[in-house]
């Protein structure tokens, strides 16, 4: 798998390219991500580091989290991320080493993941798109329904995963091969060309892209 790191939306913008072309870019804070934890196969069963984002007090941190960042000498964070690596990958990096924005590059593709923002209780048009009863020829207060859900006799039941009424986005949502337009490791910046999901402030993690990698694989062979 990917490496990967823990950012915070900041919002949207756009920047100016030379060719004079507008594009419109999220910005993200890019940690800087403390490896507070690193298992291995070993002892652990699977590679992976335990990335940490943005310190805390201690004094809002319970006492089993304050012994296991004591463990490895840092302060507590607020988000502990696990993000899991190859063989290869996973003996260039210790406990208590940083990773900054630099790790990534302009023109990299990545693969995003966050929380979508919340939609509440959404009806079918909303939620799935549906086009609606018709405004006329009789119909009376039925313009915004979904119609039938059912059968008769047979089968006599609702079937699972019929398009319906109900809770709208806060789902965890991966958006792929989107690229970066530009890296700003002074401020910890990541400028991503596109939208990216989730509200202002909230987290993400940004991984270099999977099936862009697997891609150039194919094609070396």
Known sequence: MPMGLIGKKIGMTQVL???????????????????????????????????????????RTNKPLQGHFKKAGLSPKKFLKEIRLDDSEIDQYEVGQEIKADFFSAGDYIDVVGTSKGRGFAGVIKRHGFRGAPGSHGTHDYSRHGGSVGSNTYPGRVFKGLRMAGHMGNSR???????????????????????????NNGVVVIRKAVKKAAKKETSKR
């Open 17 to 59: 390219r030379e060719s004079g072309e507008v594009v419109p870019v999220t910005v993200i804070q890019v940690g800087p991500c403390t490896v507070v934890q690193k298992k291995v196969k070993g002892t652990d069963h699977y590679n992976a580091l335990q990335l940490g984002f943005l310190d805390k007090r201690e004094s």
């Open 173 to 199: 949502v991966t958006i792929q091969n989107l690229k970066i337009e530009d890296v700003r490791p002074e401020q910890n910046l990541v400028l991503i060309k596109g939208a990216v999901p989730g509200a």
